[in-house]
């Protein structure tokens, strides 16, 4: 398995569905490097395949089995313990955000990185979170803060695959169509200002101005297509055939 990302050990898991779902989560965002510690209903677990569903289990195919949590984590240089509990340990506390970004830190500069998830009911225990060199704490509810094994599994994903994306976080889709050169929305300002002066729009003289710059500030303000700037433009002159016809 590539050792190029961390490895998410699943500690004492107690449901097949969980690790499967886990495993999905993991695929979402490019990790496959599973690890499980002392799987309750014993390994391989066809509930775990059948909620990985498909493509996922490969991820279930090459996970490692550990009887212990020092056994599972013996050849990673930082280990993260995801867990609300443990504040009475002196260790650095990370939102996912940091945890990844460091972990990524780390991995370039050669070292294996593990990150532990709890069992279901009690998450980490103690002696388990004693291992690791930092916590990974996730913003939640306070009021109800406990969070699925899968879903701590696909935060923490999220985040790495996040920290290495160079996907914008906004982007407008075009429907094969392009945006308007400013050219174009000028001149659609030209038509609809021609067209109001003639309805008496621009009422009284004296807020004319003030009226008209309104209107093309609100059409810069609004990311028009070359379709949007034509309808318009055919919208208009319907509204003059009618009229006039």
């Given at each position: 398995m590539t050792a190029d990302q961390p490895a998410f050990v699943l500690v004492r898991p107690q449901?097949?569905?969980n690790i499967g779902a886990a495993a999905r989560a993991m695929l979402n965002f490019g990790l496959s490097r599973m690890r499980l510690v002392d799987p309750r209903d014993g390994w391989p677990n066809p509930k775990a395949v059948a909620m990985a569903s498909g493509a996922a289990g490969r991820v279930l195919d090459y996970a490692g089995v550990f009887p212990t949590v020092p056994e599972a984590v013996a050849d990673c240089a930082y280990v993260f313990a995801t867990t609300a509990r443990g504040r009475d340990l002196t260790k650095p506390v990370m939102t996912p955000e940091r945890a990844m970004?460091?972990?990524?830190?780390?991995?370039?500069?050669?070292?294996?990185?593990?990150?532990?998830f709890g069992p279901e009911r009690t998450g980490l225990e103690n002696p388990d979170i004693v291992r690791a060199n930092?916590?990974?704490?996730?913003?939640?509810?306070?009021d109800f803060p406990s969070l699925n094994l899968a879903q701590a599994v696909l935060l923490c994903a999220?985040?790495?695959?996040?920290?290495?994306?160079?996907?914008?976080?906004?982007?407008?889709?075009?429907?094969?169509?392009?945006l308007a050169p400013a050219i174009e929305v000028e001149r659609?300002?030209?038509?609809?200002?021609?067209?109001?002066?003639?309805?008496g729009f621009f009422f009284p003289p004296t807020k004319a101005e003030g009226m008209k710059l309104n209107l093309r500030n609100l059409w810069s303000r609004m990311p028009l297509t070359r379709a949007d700037v034509q309808t318009l433009h055919g919208a208009l002159r319907q509204i003059l055939r009618r009229r006039d016809g």
């Amino acid at each position: 398995m590539t050792a190029d990302q961390p490895a998410f050990v699943l500690v004492r898991p107690q449901m097949g569905e969980n690790i499967g779902a886990a495993a999905r989560a993991m695929l979402n965002f490019g990790l496959s490097r599973m690890r499980l510690v002392d799987p309750r209903d014993g390994w391989p677990n066809p509930k775990a395949v059948a909620m990985a569903s498909g493509a996922a289990g490969r991820v279930l195919d090459y996970a490692g089995v550990f009887p212990t949590v020092p056994e599972a984590v013996a050849d990673c240089a930082y280990v993260f313990a995801t867990t609300a509990r443990g504040r009475d340990l002196t260790k650095p506390v990370m939102t996912p955000e940091r945890a990844m970004e460091h972990a990524r830190a780390l991995i370039a500069s050669g070292q294996r990185v593990a990150v532990l998830f709890g069992p279901e009911r009690t998450g980490l225990e103690n002696p388990d979170i004693v291992r690791a060199n930092a916590l990974i704490s996730i913003p939640v509810n306070p009021d109800f803060p406990s969070l699925n094994l899968a879903q701590a599994v696909l935060l923490c994903a999220y985040e790495w695959l996040r920290q290495d994306s160079d996907r914008a976080p906004e982007v407008l889709e075009l429907a094969g169509t392009a945006l308007a050169p400013a050219i174009e929305v000028e001149r659609l300002g030209d038509h609809f200002e021609e067209r109001l002066e003639e309805a008496g729009f621009f009422f009284p003289p004296t807020k004319a101005e003030g009226m008209k710059l309104n209107l093309r500030n609100l059409w810069s303000r609004m990311p028009l297509t070359r379709a949007d700037v034509q309808t318009l433009h055919g919208a208009l002159r319907q509204i003059l055939r009618r009229r006039d016809g």
